[in-house]
């Protein structure tokens, strides 16, 4: 399904989420609006090196960010595996993949319409509200 968040477009895979479509749209409008820091729904992780690195991801608090290297040490591998399961991330958003950045604090990479731009709002939005 795709929800529209801060003026772009995101694909979620609903199969991920144990929600109805109604629920998942409810809870994108209250984040938007500055209601919600944290989604509750339940999140189907893959018994995979991805579902390992969502499960770092969902870890990350609302308004900070960590690096993929944070990342790759926390699981014992490298920051390039930890960017290509951020790229997997079947429910941007929900698991927050945009929390993850640079060493440098740049932006690589999201999987919105508009990647890297939408990122940096969601980043910006989030740290205007915490």
Same mark, same amino acid.
């Given at each position: 399904?795709? +929800?529209s968040?801060?003026?772009?477009?995101?694909? @979620?895979?609903e199969r991920? @989420?144990?929600? %109805?479509?109604?629920?998942?749209? !409810?809870?994108?409008?209250?984040?938007?609006? &500055?209601?919600?820091?944290?989604?509750?729904?339940?999140? /189907?992780?893959p018994?995979?090196?991805?579902?390992?690195?969502? /499960?770092?991801?969902?870890?990350i $608090?609302?308004? !900070?960010?960590?690096?993929?290297?944070?990342?790759?040490? %926390? @699981?014992?591998t490298? $920051?390039?595996?930890? &960017? &290509?399961?951020?790229g997997?991330? *079947?429910? $941007?958003?929900?698991v *927050?993949?945009?929390r993850?950045? &640079?060493?440098?604090?740049g932006? /690589?990479?999201?999987?919105?319409?508009?990647? +890297?731009?939408c990122?940096?709002?969601? @980043?910006?939005?989030?740290?205007?509200?915490?």
């Amino acid at each position: 399904m795709r +929800v529209s968040v801060l003026g772009s477009d995101l694909a @979620l895979d609903e199969r991920s @989420l144990d929600a %109805d479509r109604a629920e998942i749209r !409810e809870q994108v409008r209250e984040y938007e609006r &500055g209601e919600r820091r944290s989604f509750d729904l339940a999140v /189907r992780f893959p018994e995979t090196f991805t579902g390992r690195v969502m /499960r770092a991801m969902a870890a990350i $608090p609302y308004a !900070e960010t960590r690096t993929y290297g944070d990342l790759a040490a %926390d @699981l014992d591998t490298a $920051p390039v595996a930890v &960017g &290509g399961a951020c790229g997997r991330n *079947p429910v $941007p958003l929900v698991v *927050p993949c945009h929390r993850v950045v &640079g060493s440098d604090g740049g932006l /690589r990479g999201f999987s919105a319409a508009d990647g +890297v731009a939408c990122k940096r709002r969601l @980043l910006d939005f989030e740290a205007e509200r915490a």
